[in-house]
């Protein structure tokens, strides 16, 4: 007897027998989930997003499965305030699965999500329509954070699912880790020591490579969230609340009052700095003004929030 496992709407993994009676159609049907046509099937793994629709007789055998166009997946799109994605709006009952892993057949990588909480945000995902409206979806990593970002201070080996770490120091002074695959960490490490990054973590604390990036002007189209700006050089003046920079004394940039500094403690950065700590040129000229990266994170403004001192 043929049988068949699967997430429900609850997220709940269910096994079902087939019914003998409906043993030739469910092969045919399955031909289009394997790939194969042969009247014969064998034990295998889901290797992409699949969804069906069943039904299942008194006895809780299926009598009857389909597998569902999804179509080819959509790419970050965002879910509107008044609940469409793709031109789809979200049915009121609709059934939001969020992905995170590399193994389709793994419950775990699995997570119900709530239909308001996937308002406003921004992700690839595959999806059914029924009567118009998006019924069911399987969405990549909708339980991603909110961009996050900081220094990394340290990271290593640990027994998490992805086998590494990074310590990372954000704004806020606190210092967290979060775990990584091998060559997630490599590409972190290669950004270099005094690079802020910034990065989505996933449910189970994990950054992956697709979501972390070395800031720069211009990285919210990848990760999203806030317009980001950057401006990196030697200091030239400070006044007024401005920076201006060597390379460019036409231009000045404002800070915000409550600006975090990450400067060097040692061998360690910290966020315990001032804008007192940035030197200015002297008329001396073999001692330069500091070298600095400013950034504008929050806000859209044009007002720079963290500054990381270089040199």
């Keep these: 007897m043929y049988q068949y496992q ?28 394997d790939g194969k046509k042969d009247s014969k099937l064998k034990p295998c793994k889901a290797s992409k997003t699949v969804i069906v629709e069943y039904h299942l007789n008194s006895s809780d055998e299926i009598d009857s499965i389909a597998i569902c166009d999804t179509g080819t997946p959509v ?4 879910v509107t305030n008044a609940g469409y994605y793709d031109s789809y709006e979200l049915a009121n009952n609709v059934v939001i699965f969020s992905y995170n892993g590399v193994d389709y057949s ?14 406003g945000k921004e992700f690839k995902a595959s999806y059914t329509t029924e009567d118009g409206k998006i019924v069911l979806m399987v969405a990549n990593d909708l339980v991603a954070s909110d ?38 960490l490599d590409e972190i490490v290669g950004f270099g020591n005094n ?25 919210e189209t990848t990760l999203g969230g806030d317009k980001v700006l950057k401006q990196e050089g030697e200091v030239s003046n400070i006044e007024n609340g401005r920076i201006t920079l060597k390379a460019n004394t036409s231009t000045s940039y404002g800070f915000s009052k409550d600006v975090v500094v990450y400067k060097l403690d040692g061998e360690e950065y910290k966020t315990d700095g001032d804008i007192s700590d940035i030197l200015e040129p002297t008329t001396n000229p073999a001692v330069a003004g500091s070298t600095i990266a400013m950034f504008d994170i929050e806000g859209e403004d044009g007002v720079y929030d963290v500054i990381v001192i270089l040199k």
């Design 6 to 33: 699967f997430l429900n709407a609850a997220g709940e993994v269910v096994t079902a027998k087939v019914d003998s009676d409906y043993n030739g159609d469910f092969v045919k049907a399955m031909d289009e989930f």
């Design 106 to 119: 793994k419950a775990d990588n699995y997570t119900v999500v709530e239909r308001e909480d996937a308002i």
């Design 75 to 78: 790419q970050k799109k965002k």
């Design 195 to 219: 690079a802020l990054i910034g990065f989505k973590y996933s449910s189970n604390n994990e950054i992956k490579s697709v979501n972390v990036v070395k800031v720069d002007t211009g990285v």
């Design 147 to 184: 961009v996050v970002y900081g220094l990394v201070t340290g990271s290593g080996n640990n027994d998490s699912d992805a086998g590494h770490y990074v310590t990372v120091l954000e704004p806020n002074g606190e210092a967290n880790d979060y775990n990584c695959s091998k060559a997630t």
